[in-house]
């Protein structure tokens, strides 16, 4: 386990990614779980996005002490949050195509900078139930990934257990955090009462360094209280390395 002493100088970038069920549980433990997993990035699906959603999505950067970098109109219910400690350079959103009636998707992509670190394109996905349009959605992602330097993260809601089709279109340009780490890394996502299929994602360009992958819990003093009672999905961190240059 990688532990943080209270204002230490990070070496490293801990993201964490969780669909937060439209806030529809309880936002209240959804802010506790963020603030107790003191990312420097959050990767957030199923954001709201009804007339309130502005307000709403706000509110929670502002009770966790984020800053809400990327998301809004067009992200088809993502966002990314990032911490002070980073700079934000660059953020902007996208759709993902479904057919009329379904459920919007999309992605919400920040690019930004630790300090001693080189930039970081992070993205916030959400793919689609239908495995056809999963694939295309994964396509349209790293043409978009593509105008980018790396590295490049890419972290949310798959809707797909690992081994899948859109899992392996990622594939060469981004693979799965946990397979850089021991067997046994990547624990079930879904559902949170009785979890069973890793769903939700952590994905790294190559030169990325996985130092940690684990779904949030005791280490962040977070009970299955507060995960089953923030949403249906669990959370998922990771502390990753990146380079210093990009050559």
Same mark, same amino acid.
């Given at each position: 386990?990688i ?18 069920h439209d ?14 997993c003191?990312?420097? $990035?959050?990767?957030l699906?199923? !954001?709201? &996005? *009804? +007339?309130?959603a502005p307000? @709403?999505?706000?509110?929670? =950067? ?14 088809g ?16 959103v996208?759709?993902?195509?479904v057919?009329?009636?379904?459920r ?8 930004v ?10 993205v916030?996905v ?8 999963? $694939?295309?959605?994964?396509?349209? !992602?790293l &043409? *978009? +990934?593509?105008?980018?330097? @790396?590295p490049?993260?890419? =972290? ?30 990547g ?19 190559p030169?990325?360094v ?38």
């Amino acid at each position: 386990m990688i532990t943080r002493v209270e204002g230490e100088r990070r070496t490293s970038l801990r993201l964490l990614t969780c669909n937060v069920h439209d806030l529809g549980d309880d936002p209240d433990a959804v802010a506790h779980v963020l603030r107790s997993c003191d990312p420097d $990035v959050v990767c957030l699906q199923e !954001v709201p &996005r *009804r +007339l309130s959603a502005p307000w @709403r999505v706000a509110r929670l =950067a502002r009770e966790t002490g984020l800053h809400w970098a990327a998301g809004g109109r067009g992200s088809g219910g993502t966002a990314v949050f990032t911490s002070r400690r980073l700079d934000l350079l660059a953020a902007a959103v996208g759709r993902l195509p479904v057919p009329w009636l379904r459920r919007t998707r999309g992605y919400a992509l920040a690019q930004v900078r630790l300090a001693g670190s080189a930039p970081v394109t992070v993205v916030s996905v959400h793919l689609s139930l239908v495995p056809q349009q999963r $694939v295309a959605h994964v396509a349209l !992602v790293l &043409r *978009r +990934l593509a105008d980018l330097p @790396r590295p490049w993260l890419v =972290a949310g809601d798959l809707n797909e257990a690992p081994g899948g089709p859109s899992w392996a279109a990622f594939g060469p340009a981004l693979s799965d955090a946990a397979a850089r780490l021991e067997a046994g890394a990547g624990a079930p996502t879904y559902p949170a009462k009785a979890p069973h299929v890793r769903i939700d994602a952590v994905l790294v360009s190559p030169e990325v360094v996985v130092e940690r992958l684990a779904v949030a819990g005791a280490s962040e003093h977070l009970s299955g209280v507060d995960l089953r009672s923030a949403s249906d999905h669990l959370p998922v961190l990771a502390d990753l390395r990146v380079p210093d240059v990009i050559t």
